[in-house]
Nanobody
Framework: QVQLVESGGGLVQAGGSLRLSCVAS????????MGWFRQAPGKQRELVAR???????IYADTVKGRFIIFRDIGKNTVYLQMIGLKPEDTAVYYC????????WGQGTQVTVSS
């Protein structure tokens, strides 16, 4: 199993920036994807961004051009740099690992005030 620990959430004004971090530990596969999902109150969890171990990235249309996902393979860490935050970005953000197994972090709250 892989354990994920997220950090970096918080309260920010619209237009502001935040960086989320997620550290993975445990039985990490050499080939894997890591990503960020989010879930707003009353809504389904949705993919925000994902990055493969080879560096291929995908983004939700709603965050393209504002969010950047990147990872440090040596530190088993994935980051989500968020700029130009909007109130509709408010959600609990979850780190996700997908290898032989799937793991989820505990979530970190991001709140964007208008």
């Amino acid at each position: 199993q892989v354990q994920l620990v997220e950090s970096g959430g918080g309260l920010v004004q619209a237009g502001g920036s935040l960086r989320l971090s997620c550290v993975a530990s445990g039985n990490i596969d050499s080939i894997n994807d890591m990503g960020w999902f989010r879930q707003a109150p009353g809504k389904q969890r949705e993919l925000v961004a994902r990055i493969s171990s080879g560096g291929t990235t995908i983004y939700a249309d709603t965050v393209k051009g504002r969010f950047i996902i990147f990872r440090d393979i040596g530190k088993n860490t994935v980051y989500l740099q968020m700029i130009g935050l909007k109130p509709e970005d408010t959600a609990v953000y979850y780190c996700n690992y997908r290898g032989l197994f799937v793991s989820w972090g505990q979530g970190t709250q991001v709140t964007v005030s208008s």
